[in-house]
C-alpha cells in the first residue's frame, strides 16, 4: 500500500469502469478514470477509522463467497415458494438467538452482509450482554439447524479469514 495509491486494485477497477461507463477509450476518457482511481481511494481511506482489514486466508473467503452465493439463491426459491404457494397462516416467523465467539469487527460486518442478502433472514442486533445474535427468519422449522448453519457455515470461516488469534489467546 503507497502513500498516492492506496489501493492499487481498487484505483485500477474504478477507472475501467469510468471506462466501461462511458464506452470510449480517449485521452480525456482514460485521464479522467485514471484521477478517479487515484482521488476516490485517497479520499475514502480516513473511512478506515480501524485501520483496513486482511484476509488470512484468501481461499477460504472465495469459497464463503461461493457457498454463500448459492445458499442466496436457493433461498430465493424458498421464500418465491412459500409467498406464492404456501398458507400465509402457516409462516412460522420467528426471532433466535446465536451464539457468536467472533469478535473481529470486520467479520461480523461480512457476517451481516451474508445474512442479510439471503432472503428470509434479518439480522436485527448484536446481543452485547451475551454476544448473541438476534435473527429474524421468515419461515423457521428447525432453531437449532440455523444455529449451527451459522456458526459452521459463516462463523467459522469468518473466523479463520480475519481473527489473529483465537478466544484463548493463542495465534491463529
Sequence with gaps: MTRWLPFPIASLALCALWLLLNQAIDPANVLFGAALGIAIPLLARRLQPLGYPRLRKPVVFVRLLGMAAVEIVRSCFGVCRIILFKDHGTVNSQFIRVPLTMRDEYGLAVLSCLINMTPGTVWVEILPERHELSLHVFDLHDAGW??????????????????????DGNPA
Excluded at 159 to 167: A, G, K, P, R, S
Design 146 to 167: 440455523w444455529i449451527e448453519t451459522i456458526q459452521a457455515r459463516y462463523e467459522r470461516p469468518l473466523m479463520q479469514i480475519f481473527e489473529t488469534e483465537d478466544h
